[in-house]
């Protein structure tokens, strides 16, 4: 009986956008087979507004962000956590805190990780920052060595939302790609003279990479990979080199956007969701010169992160986006083939059903998860 009610929910959520009038052309349809799930669900820990988390290639060890401004890392076979000592300053408010945290392509032999957060500027405006420097784990505690901030939004504006600031590597070691939210300001997501609102590509010590394609127009479009973004949260490479980003819309309009090079994304011009005024937003639409998302979701589902699996332990699905959803109080898998996405699940049994904040794939490939909020659970997901 719970497990209809459950299929029936998913079901809804899914039948909802594809019921949407508005839909833009080469978007793909819903699946709308029930929502099984080939896993249990697994509560291993919990953590105070967890945020992000990685596990550290060649370790035992996951490091995981509190938003609140702590960085803990988590030793996964005995459950010990350490508090790293030498976090940056951070200006923990609103959607602000200590933010995403992945290894370096060369973590083997530094030990370095990317780290973002929110950082105060002059009165009470902030601006999102990564650092990188070295984690170092040794008897039972750890520290940061030699932080740099190598990167930072500007300009730094008032309000405490909006940041994106989720980090991923390119496949190949050489690049880093920074999310980077509109920070509630709406048209600096089109403005090429600010770098909120874009998708930047960096070389590895945060340097504008070579190669960008509006370089020609000084700093910081130089950084600029993409624009038009409103509060991107998500970001993944898939194994065919294809990168993706998950996008929080207005009301309405959630997104997962194939990320190419140079491409506009629309906002603030174009959203398959409206104003929380209720003023309609143009939705995308063939020819208008931005680029559509390829799944779109309305009513909002809030995503929170983009995972893109890789592993052994559920072979069906490499290849495949998982994405943690907020508001949707879901986990939810996108089938990814090449450049096309097709909504497939939607898994809101157990724990599953709460807001979602991060998703991750650890060594062994099963899926890990976290919840959001004051006392939000670490989840493992292991194939049945
Ligand atoms: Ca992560
Ligand atoms: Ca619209």
Redesign the pocket.
């Given at each position: 009986m719970r497990r209809i009610t459950l299929v029936m929910a998913g079901a809804a959520l899914l039948g909802a956008c594809s019921a949407d009038p508005s839909t833009p052309s080469g978007s793909s349809p819903s699946t709308t087979g029930p929502s099984s799930q080939p896993f249990t669900i697994t509560e291993v820990a919990a953590f105070d507004e967890p945020w992000?988390?990685?596990f550290l290639p060649g370790t035992s060890y996951a490091a995981i962000t509190q938003r609140g401004g702590q960085l803990l890392v988590r030793e996964m076979s005995s459950g010990e956590v350490s508090t790293v000592e030498g976090v940056p300053e951070i200006k923990a408010e609103g959607q602000g805190g200590l933010g995403?945290?992945?290894a370096s392509p060369d973590y083997a032999t530094t030990k370095e990780v990317y780290l973002s957060w929110a950082e105060a500027g002059d009165g009470s405006t902030a601006g999102a920052a990564v650092g990188r420097g070295r984690l170092v784990i040794a008897d039972g505690a750890a520290r940061l060595e030699g932080l740099r901030v190598i990167w930072r939004q500007v300009p730094k504006v008032e309000g405490t939302g909006h940041y994106g600031h989720r980090l991923a590597v390119s496949p190949d070691g050489t690049h880093l790609f920074v999310t980077s939210g509109e920070r509630q300001k709406f048209d600096p997501a089109q403005d090429l003279g600010t770098n909120l609102g874009k998708i930047l590509r960096l070389n590895l010590d945060g340097t504008p990479a070579a190669g960008n394609p509006v370089a020609a127009q000084g700093h910081p479009a130089d950084e600029e990979w993409t624009l038009g973004h409103r509060n991107p949260l998500g970001i993944a490479f898939a194994p065919d080199g294809t990168l993706w980003s998950t996008e929080m819309g207005p009301k309405g309009g959630d997104e997962l956007n194939l990320i190419t090079k140079g491409a506009n994304y629309g906002w603030p011009k174009v959203s398959n969701g409206s104003h929380y005024s209720g003023q309609d937003i143009p939705d995308h639409a063939a020819g208008d010169g931005f680029e559509a998302p390829k799944v779109w979701w309305n009513p909002s589902i809030s995503p929170s992160?983009l995972?893109i699996y890789t592993g052994e332990a559920f072979p069906q699905w490499r290849g495949d986006a998982f994405i943690g959803a907020l508001s949707g109080q879901a986990l939810l898998r996108v089938d990814l083939d090449g450049t096309a996405a097709t909504k497939a699940e939607v898994w809101t049994q157990g724990a599953l059903g709460t807001r979602i904040r991060?998703v991750?794939q650890g060594p062994d490939g099963r899926i890990w998860v976290l919840q959001d909020g004051a006392d939000g659970k670490l989840l493992r997901l292991d194939p049945t």
């Open positions: 992000a988390m990685t995403d945290v992945i992160s995972m991060e991750e």
